[in-house]
């Protein structure tokens, strides 16, 4: 099932994050992992950062996603090894799921696989390059205007580990581009995707090109010793670009709370 809705317009991100409640009184932050080893990473650290507790979860593993988010302050879908077009119960069930912080207008965030999942639970194509090229690197990022309004000074390069992308959805609007996979970010209503990984620490660079060795022999992808070098160059933008971003996009407000106020 896909949703639709005519709500997708950019709003600019506050510069300065309104006065929030203490740890005790937030919303928890949904998060949905696709690994037993997973993290959240940078995204993680941004969030606690913020005074929000993570309610981390692996519907993989069998924990199962709530029936609403009326109880969490947002929610963040994660990367993972696996294709938004695998048949496995749990990848249907979670872009089937997407349906209810798209209903309900909760802060939403989809991250590479999960950005994915958003753009086919939108009724997207998701599929890899026609000439089997992969980004596993850092690769240049065009914001659009609507991209650079919402959220400024973008970085030049970000990191990525991905073999598939997606098309623009329907009604969603363009944040930012690429070369060889168009579609790099995107918004419908208070839901976002991000094709790239700006929640990747140094530690799980490590990890993921120690393990994921083999990822870095396809085309277009970039060798193991790039990623650290241009991580040296890029990573202080993005992460200060991912800051900014999480502290504007969690505190988007729900449709129902906006149209209670009226």
């Known amino acids: ?5 005519d709500q997708a317009r950019v709003v600019p991100f506050a510069r300065r994050r309104p006065a929030a409640a203490t740890p005790e009184q937030a919303r928890p932050v949904l998060i949905v992992l696709h690994q037993e080893t997973s993290t959240p990473g940078r995204i993680g650290n941004a969030l606690r950062a913020l005074g929000y507790r993570l309610d981390i979860r692996r519907p993989r593993f069998g924990d199962a996603l709530p029936e609403t988010l009326e109880q969490h302050s ?5 990367g993972g090894p696996m294709s938004a077009n695998d048949s496995d119960d ?3 069930r979670e872009i089937d799921w997407i349906a209810i912080p798209l209903r309900e207008q909760r802060p939403m965030l989809g991250v590479c696989l999960g950005a994915q999942m958003l753009a086919r639970q939108l009724g997207a194509t998701v599929a890899p390059h026609a000439e089997g090229r992969v980004e596993v690197g850092y690769y240049p990022i065009r914001p659009t205007d609507a991209g650079r309004a919402l959220c400024p000074d973008w970085p030049a390069r970000v990191y990525h580990w991905h073999g598939e992308g997606f098309e623009l959805p329907d009604g969603a609007e363009l944040l930012a581009e690429g070369n060889d996979f168009p579609v790099q970010a995107f918004q419908f209503g208070n839901a976002f995707g991000l094709q790239f990984h700006p929640d990747v620490t140094y530690a799980m660079m490590h990890r993921w090109t120690a393990r ?3 990822r870095m022999e396809q ?3 970039q060798p193991r010793h790039r990623h650290f070098a241009e991580r040296a160059v890029y990573n202080a933008a993005e992460r200060a670009w991912l800051t900014h971003f999480i502290a504007g996009w969690i505190v988007r407000t729900p449709r129902a709370m906006l149209q209670a106020a009226e």
Do not use: L
């Open 212 to 214: 994921g060795c083999v």
């Open 90 to 92: 749990y990848v249907r």
């Open 1 to 5: 099932m896909s949703f639709r809705s």
């Open 74 to 78: 947002g929610a963040v879908i994660f």
């Open 219 to 221: 085309p277009g992808a």
